[in-house]
């Protein structure tokens, strides 16, 4: 999965939800194609947040409680789609939609079923094609956009994503699943994370404010680099919903930062 190709205390879960609704309050179809791509955007966590909760429900791990952030993070998905499809469709755009539509009837299913170990390995390999098709309706809005800005949204977005995935991975890892390259996977999510916050750091659209953020955001994941050249295998699930919910928070306030000054 590469970048062109999908690819303090514990924020509360409640903070981290209002953060991820606060763009809402606008119809998006009315909105610049800036906030189109934040949300879409959003949709790729998500895919990773799901799998992350549905690792902790497996393993009895009430660690911001899980199982209400994965109700509200399937109803998070469906009024994403439904307001991107009314957004799309006002401003007569070609997006992935339907693709994303097809992937996520059958795994929507599987989310709200209960854990099961044996279904884990392949959850994630399903919330990777969704991740993907997620990624691929994100572009295509950033290209549509024509602008820096809409790139820089894009790419700020993608952060929040993979602090969500490299958690994720680090949950399986914890619940001994099978059939996953973890050291492969987490190594391209702490690349790649790296990269594009350097890339952040030096665009011209970052501002003081922003560079703020990204400073405590590089705090944050000097956590995940440091786990990822470990090599004793430990795993401590606490600190990484810790790490990785407050990227995720930040994260998110710096792409609707980005988003916001186009307006």
């Not at 009315?30 to 947040?49: H, L």
């Not at 991740?131 to 290209?143: D, G, P, V």
């Not at 492969?184 to 922003?210: C, D, N, R, Y």
């Amino acid at each position: 999965m590469t970048q062109n190709s999908f690819n303090n205390k514990t924020a509360p879960r409640a903070v981290i939800t209002t953060l991820l609704l606060s763009a809402w309050i606008s119809p998006l179809w009315a909105a610049p194609v800036d906030d189109a791509i934040n949300k879409a955007g959003k949709q790729r966590m998500i895919t990773q947040r799901l799998l992350k909760d549905y690792a902790m429900i497996g393993m009895n791990l009430d660690l911001g409680n899980p199982g209400k952030d994965l109700e509200d993070m399937v109803k998070e998905f469906d009024t994403i789609l439904a307001d991107l499809e009314a957004y799309s469709n006002k401003q007569n755009i070609n997006t992935g939609l339907a693709e994303i539509k097809s992937l996520w009837g059958p795994l929507k299913k599987v989310l709200q079923d209960t854990p099961d170990r044996a279904k884990a390995a392949q959850l994630q390999k399903d919330l990777d094609d969704l991740l993907a098709a997620c990624h691929k309706n994100t572009q295509l809005l950033s290209e549509h956009s024509g602008n820096q800005r809409g790139e820089i949204v894009d790419l700020a977005g993608r952060q929040r994503m993979l602090s969500q995935r490299m958690a994720a991975l680090y949950m399986l890892k914890a619940w001994k699943i099978e059939g996953v390259d973890y050291s492969g996977k987490l190594s391209q999510s702490i690349s790649e994370f790296a990269s594009a916050h350097q890339q952040l750091v030096e665009s011209s659209l970052t501002t003081t404010e922003i560079q703020q953020l990204l400073t405590r955001v590089k705090k944050a994941f000097a956590w995940f680099e440091m786990m990822g050249h470990s090599k004793s295998g430990r795993v401590i699930p606490s600190l990484i919903n810790k790490s990785a919910n407050n990227i995720l928070a930040d994260m998110d306030k710096v792409t609707s930062m980005y988003a916001s000054a186009s307006k």
